[in-house]
């Protein structure tokens, strides 16, 4: 499979990318109701071989009347939040760096609900092969890593990574990542065709049970456990359809706790029947090595802390001005009615 090098350098991309979506939102922005009422039919992406926590609440009946539309599949984060800022799509997920940057550019969207994170059972692990030279962040110089987007999760933690030990600006530069399809990132790893191959959730462990690679670094081990990923809506949205939107992110919110409080099994065997159900001759295999959505706060609740990490990242870089933006101002749990005094324990870790 050939890899081919990004056409700008990191910190061009966050910087065009964001300021694309937000002129494109300016314009082009729409709540999808129709008539006076509310809309009941939420557009979105999702994702080959897994099923979405959307897709999940649905599933589970906890949309009621509202349904949701799928209108392709993507990768990528940054992609699929400008989706939603520019109307091709209701809602969209991302990282929560590219949520920062997407709203400091000027894209009117609002965070609404944490969907996925970093603990002990979910995590993002950065591999080499088992007999690579490549030991410390020192020896990533020069080489080539594997992340599924630019400007986002693993290209963050890549660079906190390399910070914390010490590289320069201009070392950290000559650390290339190449964007890859999550699917076949493990392929070029071994393939050697990249040096590094970052590796998430259930395509780390099926990866890891065939042997013969190693991490180098984890996130959790960098940063502990953290939610990394929120869902968006535009402002326009929120204010046009207040019902739809509780009723989306609440039962978004169920969804998580649902898979905290469900036995693992049962959580795959709930997400092989959604994938059969759907009819898109997507293989399930993968989906047995699932464990936890990763999500830190009760619900998906958003707080500053997970939002204030990656302003300092992108201050760091000189993406962002200090002061630019506040963590309070980018997110709202207004619309999310699961706290932790209806939610019941988890049953399981």
């Known amino acids: 499979m050939p890899v081919s090098p990004p056409a700008?350098?990191?910190?061009?991309f966050l910087v065009l990318a964001g300021l694309a979506a937000a002129a494109s939102a300016c314009g082009t922005a729409t709540a999808s109701s129709g008539g006076g009422g509310e809309t009941t039919r939420l557009r979105y992406q999702g994702s080959v071989g897994t099923v979405t926590l959307p897709e999940l609440a649905q599933d589970l009946g906890y949309f009621g009347n509202v349904t949701l539309d799928w209108v392709g599949n993507t990768i990528s984060g940054p992609q699929d939040i400008q989706s939603a800022a520019t109307g091709q799509t209701d809602f969209g997920g991302a990282f929560n760096g590219s949520v920062v940057k997407l709203i400091a550019a000027g894209a009117p969207v609002k965070a609404v609900i944490g969907y996925y994170g970093v603990d002990q059972a979910s995590y993002e692990g950065y591999?080499?092969?088992e007999g690579s030279p490549i030991r410390s962040?020192?020896?990533l110089i020069g080489k080539k890593v594997g992340v599924n987007t630019l400007g986002a999760h693993y290209e963050a933690l890549l660079d906190?990574?390399?910070q914390?030990?010490?590289?320069?600006?201009?070392?950290?530069?000559?650390?290339?990542?190449?964007?890859?399809p999550p699917v076949n990132t493990e392929q070029a790893l071994r393939q050697k065709q990249i040096d590094v191959a970052v590796l998430g959730g259930i395509l780390r462990d099926k990866a890891v049970a065939a042997g013969g690679i190693r991490p180098l670094f984890t996130d959790f081990e960098l940063l502990g456990p953290f939610t990394a990923g929120t869902y968006v809506l535009t402002n326009r949205f929120l204010k046009a359809?207040?019902?739809t939107s509780r009723i989306f992110v609440t039962g978004v919110a169920k969804a998580i706790e649902w898979t905290r409080t469900t036995p693992r099994e049962q959580v795959i065997a709930r997400s092989v029947d959604i994938i059969k159900k759907r009819g898109r001759n997507e293989?399930?295999?993968a989906l047995q090595y699932w464990k936890s959505a990763g999500v830190a706060e009760t619900g998906g609740r958003i707080s500053d802390a997970e939002f204030q990490v990656w302003i300092d990242w992108l201050v760091s870089h000189g993406d962002l001005k200090a002061g630019q933006v506040r963590a309070a101002d980018l997110y709202t749990n207004s619309f999310n009615d699961v706290t932790a005094a209806t939610s019941p324990s988890p049953s399981r870790s």
Request: hydrophobic share 35%; net charge positive.
């Open 160 to 162: 906190i990574y390399l």
């Open 241 to 243: 359809n207040p019902t």
């Open 283 to 285: 293989d399930t295999s």
């Open 137 to 139: 962040a020192r020896d």
């Open 164 to 180: 914390r030990n010490g590289l320069s600006p201009g070392e950290i530069a000559k650390v290339e990542p190449l964007v890859l």
């Open 8 to 12: 700008a350098s990191r910190r061009q």
């Open 127 to 129: 591999y080499v092969l």
